[in-house]
């Protein structure tokens, strides 16, 4: 079974169940990624873990160092990321607690963040057209029916450079773009992992309603509590999920750059 490695997010510092055999510091071309690398096994299944923000959570979205957290995972030999992030929700449908398992992203960050490993040498156009594996989705869909924990089946991510949260003007014009819910940091993990041909998934929770939805001020003490909240019901989606991968990997991620090459 290939190394999988999950991304948390605010709020999710660990995984339970984790047996962990070693921090392991990493240095990377691109510089130091968040914080050591929690290194350890779940029912024999090898799990590489990075908290995002640092640990403690110190580094705001738009301060991450993005291609050194994704180098970091390639070398470790992780060839499946899982990544959790909080959320606020733009779909009507969606409220505070659900869980949503990506299927399609938005980019507003607009150039604020190094997004390719391929600046010089050599020109490089990844195909994005499906930027979640489906097979690693399958698996989560699969471990939310068995664990009864089941994610919304779809939804697109609208990427901001925050550290800011957005105006309402901001989320009505999202909302009209297609995005279900928004978050600061899906981008550019997601392009990045399929510049190293990695399997990415993208698990997210509702933490708010986003700006102008609810009528009321948003707080990020109330994002950390709710994904705290959440903890229990995301850490088995999680552990039912690597069980459930299967041990090789039948989608096209692992040929990310294949005819990418110009
Ligand atoms: N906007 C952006 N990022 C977020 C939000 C939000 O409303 N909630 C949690 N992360």
Redesign the pocket.
């Known amino acids: 079974m290939s190394k999988i490695g999950v991304i948390g997010g605010?709020g999710l510092y660990d995984i339970s169940g984790l047996r962990i055999t070693e921090d392991r510091e990493v240095e990377t071309p691109y510089g130091r990624p968040s914080a050591p690398y929690r290194i350890g096994e779940i029912e024999g299944i090898p799990i590489a873990f990075l908290p995002r923000h640092g640990q403690p959570h110190s580094i705001p979205p738009h301060k991450i160092n993005y291609r050194a957290n994704l180098w970091g995972f390639k070398s470790l030999g992780v060839e499946r990321l899982i990544s959790v992030?909080?959320?606020?929700g733009i779909n009507p449908s969606l409220k505070p607690g659900d869980i949503v398992l990506l299927d399609q992203i938005i980019d507003m960050t607009m150039g604020a963040r190094a997004s390719t490993f391929y600046e010089a040498d050599e020109v490089v156009h990844i195909d994005f057209t499906e930027p979640y594996c489906p097979e690693l989705r399958q698996g989560v869909l699969s471990a939310g029916k068995k664990t009864g924990i089941a994610p919304v089946q779809t939804g697109a991510y609208i990427c901001?450079n925050?550290p800011r949260?957005?105006s309402r003007a901001e989320i009505k014009f999202f909302s009209a773009m297609g995005a279900d819910v928004?978050?600061?940091t899906g981008m550019p993990e997601a392009c990045l992992a399929r510049e190293l041909e990695i399997c990415f998934s993208g698990i997210c929770l509702v933490?708010?309603h986003?700006?102008g939805i609810a009528g009321k001020k948003?707080s990020a003490v109330d994002?950390i509590e709710k994904m705290k909240e959440a903890n229990l019901r995301i850490n088995s989606l999680l552990r039912e999920t690597f069980v459930l991968i299967p041990a090789e990997r039948g989608c096209l991620c692992k040929d990310g750059l294949k005819d990418a090459r110009v």
Do not use: D, K
């Not at 992030?85 to 606020?88: E, K, L, Q, R």
């Open positions: 605010s992030s909080a959320t606020g901001t925050g949260l957005e928004v978050g600061m933490t708010n986003a700006a948003l994002v």
